[in-house]
């Protein structure tokens, strides 16, 4: 019907909400013009969105056991969600934060002396394996390997908020002792509500 001109808009008492549009209707940006966002989130934007990793070798793990898988480093962490602190490793859903999430990681896992046979990564939701969705990945060597095995895995997940999530993994060396390798990452982000 018409244009408004303005360089500013701004709600009467200065804080607030401010709503543009109604229910049904799609709010237009141009092709040629940009959003910025100078803090906060953005709705549709795939946050909390998190990537860790580890930066050093986490040698002498027992043979044939499920270990949680140490993340002591983020790259990005948007809403500070990503617990680094020696036992925890886990990603937790902010407070407001639910719905669909998609996480994704890469194992590193060796034989710290001796050959692998049985390589394996797992996610765990609030302590429990998840079995869907290839939440587990697993696999049999056709060959004895003392080098580096990469194990790639992802899932996604319906979460409320407090639900954790964590990556454990397994090894089973001809003999010895096992190693979650440095290289190894764990991320993920929401998906919508």
Known sequence: MGTIKTTNIETITGSGTLTLGQSGETISIPSGASLTVSSGGLSGQNYPAFQATNLTNYTGKTASANTLSEFATTTYDTDSA???????????????????????????????SAAMYRVRSTFYLNGSVVT????????????FELDQNNILNF????????????????????????GHYSGSIFGGFRLGA
Do not use: E, R
């Open 132 to 143: 869907t969705n290839l939440g587990l990945s697993y696999f049999v060597l056709s060959t």
């Open 82 to 112: 990503f617990d680094t602190s020696a036992g925890n490793y886990k990603f937790t859903v902010p407070s407001g934060k639910s719905g669909k999430y998609y996480f994704y990681s890469k194992v590193v896992i060796a034989g710290d």
């Open 155 to 178: 899932t996604t997940l319906d979460l409320s908020d407090g639900d954790y999530v964590q990556i454990y993994s397994y090894g089973s060396p001809t003999s010895g002792t096992w």
